[in-house]
């Protein structure tokens, strides 16, 4: 793969100009317990919030830990067990060679509730980690309870056609880790319909090219206006109309004015947190 390639689907997946670095925060206050599990022969980092009632788990993104987390996951703790999972290859996970297929990773959030002794789940998952939301709801629907996908629920298979246009993104350094996620990602395409759990999915819609910066030049401010307007954009509402027509039991929130963390975006987060207790605690 390309390190043009590898960059545009990076960012086309995060959909905003610079992602915050959970890892680094300089100082965590969040009220959770660190600990570690072993899953399909590799450990995997866990942060436990604690908490009673059905078992929350958060399913972070690409790139990011579970700490992305530490902010939001202490305000369900009054109704739920919260949890959250940093998948392979990051953070204080181990970093294994391979594993990095949907499948895979699915069948690590399943091997990690068996140690947790957790029957059925509610889970949230962020960006990359809807797809395994989706491939977890679709093959153990009797341990889903309901899912809340944050930007995430896109069939990236077909990004690599779209993001071959890209006429500005720059090459970033190659990430092994990073490029196997993203074979992973075009190798499988999920089935929605398969999806029989209550799902709650936020879109942050792209509004502006993110390579774009205030000095930049007319054409290629157009160059950046055309993909967005011919490429980018029709495949973010596709993926959005997909979802509203193949998830038996979706409801889809379309936001703007913000990114694509709006759960941590000071303006949107207390609106976030809201309607996602009131969706799980809905009958």
């Not at 530490?70 to 594993?99: I, N, Q, W």
């Not at 004015?257 to 809905?282: C, G, M, N, Q, W």
């Amino acid at each position: 793969m390309s390190y043009r390639l590898l960059s545009t689907l990076i960012l086309l997946i995060l959909a905003m100009p610079v992602a915050p670095q959970s890892g680094n925060m300089q100082e965590d206050k969040s009220p959770h317990r660190s600990g570690f599990a072993t899953v399909n022969g590799i450990k995997l980092h866990y942060l436990d919030w604690g908490g009673k009632g059905e078992a929350l788990l958060f399913i972070t993104g690409m790139g990011d830990n579970a700490h992305v987390f530490d902010e939001m996951a202490p305000k369900f703790t009054d109704r739920f067990r919260v949890m959250a999972l940093t998948r392979r290859g990051y953070g204080e996970s181990d970093k294994p060679e391979t594993g990095y297929d949907i499948p895979t990773r699915a069948e690590d959030i399943r091997h990690f509730l068996d140690i947790m002794k957790i029957k059925r789940v509610n889970l949230v998952g962020h960006s990359l980690g809807g797809d395994e939301l989706t491939q977890f709801a679709s093959v153990y629907p009797s341990r889903t309870l309901k899912l809340v996908y944050l930007d995430a629920a896109y069939d990236r298979s077909d990004l690599a056609a779209i993001v071959a246009k890209d006429p500005l993104t720059i090459k970033p350094p190659e990430n092994k880790i990073q490029a196997a996620l993203i074979k992973g990602q075009q190798a499988l395409h999920l089935d929605y319909k398969k999806v029989k759990a209550p799902a709650l999915s936020y879109y942050a819609i792209i509004e502006t090219h993110w390579e774009l910066k205030p000095d930049s030049d007319e054409p290629t401010r157009k160059k950046a206006e055309e993909f967005m307007e011919r490429q980018a954009k029709p495949w973010q509402w596709k993926n959005i109309e997909r979802f509203r027509k193949e998830v038996v039991n979706g409801q889809v929130v379309v936001m703007r004015d913000t990114h694509h963390y709006f759960f941590i975006d000071p303006k949107r987060k207390d609106e976030v947190v809201r309607e996602i207790r009131a969706f799980l605690l809905s009958k």
